[in-house]
């Protein structure tokens, strides 16, 4: 007896044959239509949030190269306009200003080490141990009697950098940088304030600035202030 034959689905077919077709079948058109509306959606999404990102990364390039001093927002770490209480009422103004005491006098330091240096009480005395200086002013008291003691006056740093950050004030003076380019008008503050960001940003610019248009008193000198990260980072 001839059996009749009949029809299977190829053993590596995807889709079984029968009802269980209509479970595997292509979506349809709207349903299509759909995730495409759905992707684009998300496409688009994705690229708002990119230029997004992009712009604040920009804006802060911006800050982080002009060293905050364009814009009101700085760092916290920067501390511009910082002007601590000191222990004793010491006028800038008067010494470097009024009676022109050289900066290097009593930041001796300056030319030959990385550090200036805050002044001893000692440097201090040169001038005032004789008492014939302001004798009867309160805060020249405070020197006589911390002299008198043996101790020292706990002068309150204003300028502060990084550990990460390598700067040289001996590389700078030597070379005939005048201590108002970082400092500010030194000479005419009553109670020193931090006048500059001292950002990495803000040193790049003032390096930059001086070799393309260096100052009076180094025009004639063979200076390339560097740029380079190792400059400062090392």
Not at 67 to 75: A, E, K, N, P, R
Request: proline residues 7%; contains cysteine.
């Amino acid at each position: 007896m001839k059996l009749a034959s009949r029809r299977t689905a190829p053993c590596h077919s995807p889709v079984p044959p029968g009802p269980a077709r209509r479970a595997h079948a292509w979506p349809t058109a709207e349903v299509s239509a759909g995730a495409n509306v759905d992707a684009a959606a998300q496409r688009r999404g994705t690229a708002a949030a990119r230029l997004a990102l992009a712009c604040a990364c920009a804006s802060a390039l911006v800050a982080l190269a002009s060293g905050c001093d364009v814009i009101d927002y700085q760092l916290p770490s920067y501390h511009k306009g910082y002007s601590p209480k000191q222990p004793v009422a010491y006028s800038h103004k008067v010494h470097a200003g009024d009676l022109k005491i050289d900066c290097k006098y009593c930041h001796f330091g300056a030319e030959k080490s990385r550090h200036a240096g805050i002044p001893p009480l000692n440097v201090c005395m040169n001038c005032h141990k004789q008492k014939l200086i302001k004798p009867d002013s309160p805060e020249i008291k405070k020197l006589t009697d911390a002299w008198e003691r043996g101790e020292a006056i706990r002068w309150v740093k204003v300028h502060h950098l990084p550990d990460f950050v390598s700067f040289d004030h001996s590389r700078h003076v030597s070379r005939g940088v005048a201590c108002q380019t970082c400092h500010g008008t030194i000479e005419t503050m009553e109670v020193v304030a931090q006048a500059n960001t001292l950002a990495m940003g803000w040193c790049v610019n003032c390096h930059r600035e001086y070799n393309r248009n260096p100052p009076p008193q180094m025009a004639d000198k063979d200076i390339t202030a560097s740029t380079d990260c190792y400059a400062c980072h090392h």
